[in-house]
């Protein structure tokens, strides 16, 4: 009977927060192939210059869309952002999710990979709350393509937070108005060994970075460097 209990409790317990790990491990691996394939996208992608002065960048790798009509979407990913008030190297990265609706006619569905540059020191603020609506909260917009295209479009100037997507292997600007930016708490949590406030990951970054998230904070360090 004890040994039939104690099967029991490796199963309801210890299985899933295996698989919970292996899932964030998997998202922010994915997350970092995201960065670096954009590292080698050819001159018509995202502007180098603006890569370079992101405070923050974020990835939601295979964010999903489901549209019948009215459209929804759901992903998971990670941002990391610079350390000593934008002046340092990018520390640990905070676990996000974002979810959203769109209206107008669209059928269909796909997955698509999501980049968000963070662009001013107040941007990263909007990371420390519950919750951020893109386009109420904080101003987002698409952002300009083209290694070679000005930093100081209207749109790069007025906005927090630039926005790209990629489907079929191509980065293009993309709207996220109305979709909601939260930390993913149980995912942190995980990641980390224990409750972390996401001050102590955007603000801070004092925590030591963990083993399956290095990968990805060096593709930012690397894609962000100007090199």
Known sequence: MCVLLAVVFIVIFIVPAVAIEDKIADRL????????????????????PLLKRAECVAVIPGLKKAALGFGGQLGRG????????GNGPFGPPAMISIT???FGFQIGGQETDVVMLFMTPDSLKHL????VTLGVD???????????????????????????SRARGAFAGISLQGAVLRPDKDANQNLYSRQVDVRELVEKGDLPIPEPARKFVQSVSQATSGK
């Open 128 to 131: 420390l709350r519950d919750k």
């Open 138 to 164: 904080a101003s987002a917009a698409a952002g300009p393509k083209g290694r070679d295209a000005s930093a100081d479009t209207t749109a790069t100037m007025r906005s927090e937070i630039l926005v790209y």
């Open 29 to 48: 691996w994915e997350s970092s192939k995201v960065v670096d394939e954009l590292i080698q996208a050819p001159d018509s992608e995202i502007p180098k």
């Open 100 to 102: 959203g609706g769109s």
């Open 78 to 85: 990670a941002v990391s952002c610079k350390k000593n008030a």
